[in-house]
Nanobody, 120 residues
Framework: QVQLVESGGGLVQPGGSLRLSCTVS????????MGWYRQAPADEREFVAK???????LYADSLKGRFAISRGDTGNTVYLQMNNLKYGDTAVYYC??????????????WGQGAQVTVSS
C-alpha cells in the first residue's frame, strides 16, 4: 500500500499565498517524479507542475512565475508554493507520484485532493 497525504489547502483572498504539501509513505520503492494536478468544478483535471527525481521542474505555462514546486530533503515530500492566487486557481489540487511499487511496476499514485478556494 502506498499512501499520499496532502495538506495545506484552504480559503485565501485574491493575491494571497498558500503552500500545499504531500508526503508519500508505504511500499514505494523509488520515485521518478512528483507533481500536482488540479480540477475545478465542471472542468477536467489539468497539469500544474512536476519535479523529477533529478530535480528538474516543469510547469503549466499559465502558472509559471506564480507557482513553485519543490521537494523535501528526504525526497518523499513535495510542496507547491502558490503566490498571487486568483479566482481561477480555485480547485481541488491532487498530488501525483510516479514511482515503482514493491511489485516492480511503475505506478501513478494519487492523493485524496486538497481544496483551494480563492475568494474575497
Amino acid at each position: 500500500q502506498v499512501q499520499l497525504v496532502e495538506s495545506g489547502g484552504g480559503l485565501v483572498q485574491p493575491g494571497g499565498s498558500l503552500r500545499l504539501s504531500c508526503t508519500v509513505s508505504g511500499s514505494i520503492v523509488s520515485i521518478n517524479a512528483m507533481g500536482w494536478y488540479r480540477q475545478a468544478p465542471a472542468d477536467e483535471r489539468e497539469f500544474v507542475a512536476k519535479i523529477t527525481s533529478g530535480g528538474s521542474t516543469l510547469y503549466a505555462d499559465s502558472l509559471k512565475g506564480r507557482f513553485a514546486i519543490s521537494r523535501g530533503d528526504t525526497g518523499n515530500t513535495v510542496y507547491l508554493q502558490m503566490n498571487n492566487l486568483k479566482y481561477g486557481d480555485t480547485a481541488v489540487y491532487y498530488c501525483n507520484v510516479l514511482g515503482y511499487g514493491s511489485d516492480s511496476i511503475l505506478h501513478d499514485y494519487w492523493g485524496q485532493g486538497a481544496q483551494v478556494t480563492v475568494s474575497s
